[in-house]
């Protein structure tokens, strides 16, 4: 049965690197929902991809040798990876380096630019590249960034704004009007008394300060600033057009709901509706704001050599073994945190101890006690009524747990019915039933009836676990042999479905349990071989010899003596001075990156050494036409090279 369309995202990751096992719970969460809305009988779109442009970008990539795209290439095939690994159920994999995504976002720029929602200004203030957020003076915290805690830096520059106080009153009624919008509640809070309350200022749309974004395609020298660009994905991935949105966006949109981290909470509360409500379409129905997963006691960050990747932990505890930790460990608004002892811990205890167990010994005592074929359910009793009560319990709380997205808590639930499994054996005693089964048809017959229940119980929790952990669901219920037909939520709705005289499959062990000494020895020998290997490759090669040149060709490089007549800065470029030049009887325009070590005004006047015979270039769209020397000391400081004395512009420097 179809119950219509369900249309559900994460945030797109950043890709400045790898992504973490922090980064992968949010996928994982997301897809966890995904395939239980899919397992009501939803029509699921479910999109995730990358966030690929930006200062950052473009700074990592020129620390790595490469072009930004080359580097946004290499790291959205790496989060790609890790998805695909976690095996993730998703439609679409969006990057914002699409170009039907890129075409959306000019438009949409040029939309609301056009209706006057978006005007050009000029920016002042304290710049995080990391968060690539501006911040005034008085939301600096100790100088810092008050969202990651890095430094900052003064910037100005030209820039387009948009008009977020005009909203503010119509998205604060909406809060007001829609309690389920923002989810859980305390982010709620958060976002109304911290952001809305004390009042919107307008928003930096644009940057003229570097080049990896999109273009402003009616003012070339700006690029779209990461808000518009990155979440308007959530509508582009659906095919929309401010012209003529496309049919999937006319089936899917609004959203049913946006899984995205607690950080980036304000973009999505605050200025996505916004820019909605601009464009005049419909916001989102829900917005959840998911807790981090913390490494011991700490977020995790790379400088803090605390970070666990998705792929590593994978070859320890397998796919689902990640997934089952990551879902069952983070609580629905507070931090989790994640250490390999509580892996393996609850590897053992959970999924080893309780689920693999229950599996494997009911299987086998089928095939031990009636060869495989599955008996008939016979008369209830008293103990037997107690795991069927449960069983559809279960069934019913999972989905009440999931409709309020408490993911942890509702695979709790499926849990504790293997639990009540596991104890039912110890009640029913079926090797004691066997023992009597020789001589008795009614023992016989009651042990057919506990098999019964069991593997009855089992397929419910086959069935229930598919959305969390979808290998060993489909593990389980491939051991029962069961059809398609009984492997749906609605086949659950009653106990008893199981068919009767039929075979089951062999039993599998689903979880070997792990011996956690070895297994640390494991990891801790494991995570010193790769720190050694790292280290290898961090080590200063060795300076290769300087290439010799013969005089004829050191001759060919013309330097002469100039003098600075005017200098001032150039727009959009923190490093960048543009100087007028005389030398002899001509004036050159030389651009230089030494913005950071002189000011316009005590750099007119001086003299400087200039090569003069180099073609012309040009920086940030302005001509150059030489080089002026410069020394370097070994922290990076610069000066000028003068000559000793004042000589005549133009003297030849031999």
């Not at 909406?174 to 009042?199: A, C, T, Y």
């Not at 053992?348 to 599996?359: C, K, P, R």
């Not at 031990?368 to 074929?373: I, T």
Request: net charge negative; hydrophobic share 40%; charged share 30%.
């Amino acid at each position: 049965m179809n119950k219509g369309p369900f249309y559900i995202t994460t945030a797109i990751a950043y890709t400045s690197r790898k992504p973490h096992i922090g980064n992968t719970y949010e996928i994982v969460l997301t897809d966890a929902i995904a395939r239980f809305k899919k397992l009501q009988g939803y029509d699921v779109y479910f999109t995730t991809g990358t966030d690929e442009h930006g200062q950052k970008i473009e700074l990592n990539a020129h620390e790595n040798g490469v072009s930004p795209k080359e580097y946004v290439d290499t790291v959205a095939g790496e989060v790609k990876q890790i998805w695909d690994l976690m095996n993730t159920s998703y439609d679409r994999f969006i990057r914002t380096t699409d170009e039907d995504h890129m075409r959306s976002v000019q438009k949409i720029f040029k939309k609301l630019y056009e209706q006057g929602d978006i005007y050009k200004g000029a920016y002042e203030g304290w710049y995080c590249v990391p968060c690539e957020s501006f911040f005034t003076e008085t939301q600096l915290v100790d100088g810092k960034c008050p969202d990651c805690g890095r430094e900052v830096t003064k910037t100005k520059e030209e820039a387009y704004f948009f008009r977020m106080s005009k909203y503010q009153d119509r998205l604060m009624q909406h809060i007001e009007e829609h309690p389920e919008f923002i989810q859980p509640e305390s982010r709620k809070r958060e976002m109304v008394n911290n952001f809305l309350k004390p009042g919107l200022q307008d928003l930096c749309v644009s940057r003229t300060s570097f080049t990896w974004g999109i273009p402003v395609d009616f003012d070339p020298k700006h690029v779209i600033y990461v808000w518009i660009d990155a979440l308007t994905n959530y509508i582009n991935a659906l095919g929309y057009d401010t012209d003529e949105p496309g049919e999937k966006y006319k089936k899917y949109w609004p959203a049913d709901i946006h899984v995205i981290g607690k950080d980036i909470l304000r973009f999505h509360t605050i200025y996505w509706p916004i820019m909605l409500m601009a464009l005049g379409e419909p916001l989102p129905k829900q917005i959840f704001g998911h807790p981090w997963l913390l490494s011991g006691d700490s977020k995790m960050s790379k400088s803090l050599g605390n970070v666990i990747y998705a792929d590593d932990l994978v070859r320890y505890f397998g796919v689902d073994g990640v997934r089952y930790y990551l879902l069952r460990e983070m609580p629905f608004a507070s931090d989790g945190t994640i250490t390999y002892e509580n892996v393996i811990g609850r590897f053992n205890a959970d999924l080893a101890n309780t689920i693999g167990n229950l599996v494997n010994r009911t299987i086998a005592m089928g095939h031990k006690y009636f060869a495989g074929v599955v008996q008939p359910r016979g008369a209830v009793e008293g103990t037997d009524e107690e795991l069927i009560q449960m069983a559809q319990d279960t069934a019913k709380s999972v989905i009440a747990k999931m409709e309020e997205l408490k993911v942890a808590e509702a695979l709790e639930e499926i849990v504790s019915l293997a639990r009540r499994s596991n104890k039912y054996i110890d009640e029913t005693m079926p090797w004691a039933l066997a023992k009597e089964a020789a001589t008795s048809e009614e023992k016989k017959a009651r042990l057919g009836a506990v098999l019964y229940n069991l593997l009855e119980s089992i397929r419910y929790i086959g069935i229930l676990l598919l959305p969390f952990l979808p290998e060993t669901g489909h593990k389980i219920l491939d051991q029962l042999d069961v059809k398609e037909e009984l492997r749906t939520l609605d086949s659950i709705a009653v106990f008893g479905a199981l068919e009767a005289m039929k075979p089951t499959g062999e039993a599998a062990v689903l979880f070997a349990r792990l011996d956690e000494a070895k297994t640390l020895k494991r990891i801790e020998e494991d995570n010193a071989a790769k720190a050694a290997s790292a280290e290898k490759k961090e080590e200063p090669k060795a300076q290769p010899e300087p290439e010799l040149i013969s005089i004829d060709e050191f001759e060919k490089v013309e330097l002469r003596v100039g003098k600075v007549l005017e200098c001032q800065r150039v727009k959009g470029a923190d490093k960048l001075l543009v100087s007028q030049i005389q030398i002899g009887g001509e004036v050159r325009q030389i651009v230089s990156g030494i913005a950071k070590y002189y000011t316009p005004e005590e750099f007119v006047g001086k003299q400087v050494i200039v090569v003069t015979n180099l073609k012309p270039v040009k920086l940030r769209g302005v001509l150059s036409q030489g080089m002026i020397l410069c020394a370097t000391d070994e922290k990076g400081g610069y000066c000028v090279i003068r000559p000793e004395a004042d000589v005549a512009p133009g003297a030849e420097v031999r």
